[in-house]
């Protein structure tokens, strides 16, 4: 038995080729064929659009080895379909189906793709191996769908209309970027008092890792503390303690004093009287104290004491003796403290002038102020200073002060209208015939000018050329002018003109003048559309050719009567009378006895149809002529023709003429092909005709006065043309037609250049220079505000100048000057004789000292200088420690030693003991009184490296996101300078990863970046419209845009056009019988 093979041919019909059925017919032991697939199918044919097509496709039987057999030899019972149901697709179906597409697949390397299947995507490899970006694919799924639902649709109906998208694409797998984090917070405080407890630090999150970078690490850190071991089970006896009481005085010190001089003049009686050089230096070392003391009340602070109470307590909140609670917890009852004292200022001084120094009940009321000076400054907790300063409304009186000056805006004129480059309307093919059109803005300038009646004097004629002079723009209330407004320039207009009329009769050049014998036939043509620039832009509208034998007058033709037969029957041979009118040479009804010279026009034969002849319509008119002149290789001719409209019918009757008799031909323009015309040249400039003078009424005069302006003439030059030879002379025209070579002309006004006065010069610093002698500037300015045209007076060069101002003296500075610490006092023993330690002069104390105010050269100066321009105010008290016998007492900490090695030694530095703290158990434990401190050694070599990619270009501006503090961008397009950061580690000299302050880094670094923003396509305006494709029929117009710019940076795309959106809504131009449709295109 044969190895069959059943093939699948295309209806010859349908699409003209055969093409293999892919699957293979081949029996097996058992006789068994494989299943067929069916190949492609011809094209769906139908009547309508849409479902109901049909579509074949042959099938026949071929052996395995490739020839054809008999369909006998392949099995019937698998013989595949030769024709099926299929859809018609039209034209119109474009708008009701479309491509849909699918998303990109994630990047997939191309080495992992096998089978034409996609693997998930894997772990880009890590950051520390990545050397570059590699190559891989991207696929998508595309189908065909409905676009009003989005139901699927055979991908046959978009193929028919545009191919189908690609669904793979190549793409780069970019190096994997790790996590980049800040540093750690520090500590917080920790979580219990006693006990072990918890404290934690945190750390942002700068750049999330992308590509499979390295995750973030742990963003919050915890560990335990604890500040000292809770007692007992949970305390059974706790202590309470109160509240701090108010700060009480000592003794008065005049109390003290006196009692001191009692003990003094006791110790004197019994030591015996001093000799004078004892005295004299007593008396000298009191007037040193005196100096060192507070140099002014401000600091005459009096310190006092306060207490508390402190009492054990129970655990079920019963007070027990103090004893039973821990002694080494006992805090301080008595503490010394400073004795508030309020605010002291003393009386308001007199009230300033008003800023208000003129009169205008319409403006805003001046404002005065008065002061008041701090006597005493509070301290301890007293009474704040109260306002310093206070003002109130003012106006002054109208007999005591001049009326104010009001101002005004004023502005200059409007600048010429500009037409940005960017944004032009020009035909790239029009080159520079044009200039620029469209839409433009114009600009003028704003000032603030003094507009009192009295006070503002405009120009009073032009040979001050100059305006009010501008002020400061602060001056000037409420809204200013707007500075630019949208103008528009008129794009040109070109002359278009109608088509020639048909020539004329020959006449005279001049009929009032007949000697001359010489005649012209003409024919004109008419303006359908005005131009921009004037007629002189159009072509000419008169040509004219020599004729013999002119005549003024003729008879013209209106209409033929009726046939009337010429033997008084009903049918047969008759003549039409013609009716007609005198005419002059210009086409114009005159009276007949003009045309009495004229050759009348003569009757026409005619015939009229008997009931069995044959009839014909009438000749309908002559055509255009197909030339316009004749020569010896043209001639013209024009024809008309009628149609048989009944045949004849029996015997007797005339019969229908051939077809030839049916149209008639004859000669026309038989006059040569010698055109003249008039051309005539531009007109010249304007020039002045001093014969003439008008007023400048429709002209501009300049500010503050009339001027009168002249009336030119133009010149232009005029020549004879003939039509393909060129200039000849001038007689060869008729000279009726001669355009004018000098027309009248009005001069524009001359205007001259108006400029503003100086203004006033600008003001110099009043007050001292801050931080050196810095040179300072004043400067004036005028305005321009109206520019000269027309040879005018130009404008002067200087609009700014500025010079130098007077140096100013350096502003003086302050400086606080602290003097020393007085002694600590503590709280006297009689008042805390009952508290242990209280025989003994130590414990916690306070000391004050006072501080002047000093000029930056050291002389003194008043406080209140010190306090309005010098830093903040140093203390004036500070807590202190007289050590007690139990204290421990320990040196000053000393030097860091040196280092022992680079990068891997430490430094230490020490303090010791001092007398009996040696002996001390307490003083000897190094957790409460360390007596040494270690550093790791400064070291150079630790180095500091990169890891992983940089980040994304992140905005300053990015949105904090959840608890991480991931800063990312906003949902709307952004751009402009960001930063983008890269994770850094620390490595020591051996390589090994240290603790990334030893490198003095944060951890990362970063650098400036831009994200560029989007530019869209930029297109050019339409052009103007082709001329038709066709003289008459259907034709096409096109117009066309080119590309000016490409989008980039993912700006909007150029919109596509296609056959079915380059359709414009216009209507359709019809013109002398032909149709134009407007479609658009992209060059």
């Not at 690490?217 to 560990?223: H, V």
Request: glycine content about 8%.
């Amino acid at each position: 038995m044969y190895d069959l093979i059943c093939h699948v041919v295309l209806d010859m019909t349908a699409s003209k080729q055969y093409l293999d059925l892919k699957q293979v017919l081949r029996p097996s032991s058992h006789d068994s064929l494989s299943p067929l697939s069916p190949g492609p199918w011809g094209r769906c044919m139908g009547n309508e659009c849409g479902p109901g097509g049909r579509q074949s496709r042959a099938v026949w039987c071929t052996h395995v080895d490739g020839w054809t057999t008999l369909p006998t030899n392949c099995p019937p019972a698998v013989r595949p379909d030769n024709q099926q149901s299929c859809f018609r697709v039209c034209d119109w179906h474009r708008e009701l189906y479309d491509w849909r597409l699918g998303q990109w697949s994630p990047c997939v390397p191309v080495a992992l793709r096998s089978g034409g299947e996609v693997p998930p995507p894997a772990a880009p490899p890590p950051s520390s191996v990545c050397t570059g970006r590699e190559e891989g694919i991207q696929t998508r799924e595309v189908a065909c769908v409905r676009t009003s639902d989005g139901a699927p649709a055979d991908d046959a109906i978009c193929e028919y209309f545009e191919p189908r998208p690609r669904l793979e694409q190549a793409c780069l797998i970019p190096c994997p970027r790790d996590c980049v984090v800040s540093q750690f917070s520090p500590w917080t405080g920790c979580s219990k008092a006693c006990g072990i407890g918890l404290q934690n630090r945190v750390r942002n999150v700068l750049a999330p890792p992308a590509f499979g970078g390295t995750p973030c690490p742990n963003l919050t850190d915890f560990q335990t503390c604890q500040p000292r071991a809770c007692e007992g089970q949970e305390g059974l006896y706790s202590l309470k303690v109160g509240p701090w009481s108010p700060c009480a005085l000592l003794h008065s010190r005049s109390t003290r004093q006196a009692k001191r001089r009692r003990n003094k003049e006791r110790n004197r009686g019994k030591g015996g009287p001093r000799d004078p050089d004892t005295q004299e230096l007593i008396k000298k070392k009191r007037n040193r104290n005196r100096q060192n003391r507070q140099e002014s009340q401000l600091w005459d602070l009096q310190v006092g004491y306060q207490s508390r109470e402190v009492t054990c307590n129970h655990r079920n909140g019963s007070p027990v003796a103090l004893s039973l609670c821990r002694q080494e917890d006992l805090p301080v009852t008595f503490q010394s403290c400073i004795m508030p004292r309020d605010c002291v200022v003393n009386e308001w001084s007199a009230w300033g002038p008003c800023s208000k120094d003129c009169y205008d009940p319409n403006t805003p009321e001046g404002v005065r102020s008065r002061i008041r000076q701090v006597q005493l400054l509070p301290v301890g907790g007293g009474t704040v200073c109260p306002s310093l300063e206070e003002s109130e409304p003012c106006s002054p009186k109208a007999d005591e002060v001049p009326p104010c000056p009001t101002y005004g805006w004023k502005t200059t004129e409007w600048s010429e209208c500009r037409v940005d480059v960017l944004l032009s309307q020009q035909d790239r093919r029009r080159s520079n015939q044009t200039g620029l059109c469209g839409g433009g803005v114009q600009s003028r300038e704003v000032y603030c000018v003094q507009t009192n009646a009295d006070l503002l004097t405009y120009l009073s004629n032009l040979k001050d050329k100059e305006a009010t002079r501008p002020v400061d723009m602060d001056l000037c209330t409420g809204p200013a002018p707007n500075t630019t407004q949208l103008c528009h320039i008129a794009c040109p207009v070109e002359c278009e003109v109608s088509s020639w009329t048909a020539w004329g009769p020959c006449t005279f050049e001049n009929c009032d003048d007949q000697a001359a014998k010489k005649g012209f036939k003409m024919r004109k043509r008419k303006i359908i559309n005005e131009p921009s620039g004037g007629r002189g832009n159009c072509p000419h509208l008169v040509e004219a050719i020599p004729c013999d034998e002119p005549t003024c007058y003729e008879w013209q033709l209106v209409k033929l009567e009726e046939c009337v037969p010429d033997t008084g029957t009903e049918c047969g041979p008759g003549t039409q009378i013609p009716k007609v009118q005198c005419i002059n040479s210009s086409g114009d009804m005159v009276d007949q006895q003009l045309c009495r010279d004229a050759i009348f026009p003569m009757p026409v034969a005619c015939e009229v149809p008997c009931p069995k002849d044959c009839v014909l319509s009438p000749w309908s008119q002559w055509s255009l002529c197909s030339q316009t002149c004749s020569g010896k290789t043209t001639e013209g001719k024009q024809m008309r023709a009628r149609s048989i409209l009944a045949y004849s019918s029996g015997e007797g009757g005339i019969p229908c003429p051939n077809n030839s008799a049916l149209q008639e031909v004859r000669s026309c323009n038989n006059h040569p092909c010698t055109v003249y015309h008039w051309q005539t040249g531009p007109w010249g400039q304007c020039t002045e005709d001093t014969s003439i003078t008008i007023s400048a009424g429709n002209g501009t005069a300049g500010l503050g006065g009339d001027a009168t302006c002249s009336v030119g003439v133009q010149v232009r030059k005029v020549i004879c043309v003939r039509v393909n030879v060129g200039q000849v002379p001038p007689k060869k025209c008729p000279e009726s037609l001669r355009p004018d070579t000098v027309r009248p002309c009005p001069l524009p006004c001359k205007r001259d250049c108006i400029v503003t006065s100086f203004s006033e010069w600008t003001q110099c610093p009043s007050t001292c220079q801050e931080g050196g002698n810095v040179k300072s500037k004043q400067s004036w300015n005028r305005i321009i505000i109206q520019l000269p045209t027309n040879g005018g007076q130009e404008c002067p060069d200087v609009l700014y100048e500025e010079r130098d101002c007077e140096p100013q003296p350096v502003c003086q500075g302050y400086r606080w000057k602290t003097h020393k610490w007085r002694r600590c006092q503590l709280v006297p023993w009689y008042i805390r004789q009952d508290s242990p330690g209280a025989q003994e002069t130590c414990g916690q104390g306070l000391q004050t000292r006072a501080i002047s105010c000093r000029r930056q050269d050291g002389g003194p100066a008043d406080i209140r200088e010190c306090l309005k321009s010098a830093n903040s105010m140093p203390a004036i008290t500070q807590p202190c420690q007289l050590p007690c016998q139990d204290d421990c007492q320990l040196t000053n900490w000393s030097k860091f030693s040196q280092c022992t090695a680079d990068c891997v030694g430490v430094r230490t530095r020490k303090r010791a003991l001092v007398g009996k703290s040696k002996k001390k158990d307490k003083c000897r434990n190094p957790q409460m009184y360390p007596l040494s401190e270690i550093q790791y050694c400064p070291c150079n070599k630790y180095n500091a490296q990169p890891v992983g990619e940089w980040s994304d270009c992140i905005l300053p501006e990015g949105r904090v996101e959840g608890t991480l503090g991931m800063r990312v961008q906003g949902d709307v397009k952004e751009c402009g300078q960001g930063y983008r950061y890269q994770a850094m580690a620390c490595y020591d000299q051996n390589g090994r990863l240290v603790e990334t302050s030893r490198c003095n880094s944060h951890g990362y670094i970063e650098e400036a970046c831009i994200i560029p923003c989007p530019s869209d396509c930029k297109l050019s305006e339409w052009s103007n419209w082709s001329r038709c494709s066709k003289s008459c029929g259907s034709g096409v117009k096109v117009r066309s845009k080119w590309l000016r710019e490409k989008p980039y940076n993912g700006g909007r795309p150029c919109p596509k056009l296609d056959h079915v959106s380059q359709v414009q809504g216009n209507p359709v131009l019809e013109e002398f019988g032909s149709k134009c449709s407007y479609f658009t295109t992209l060059d």
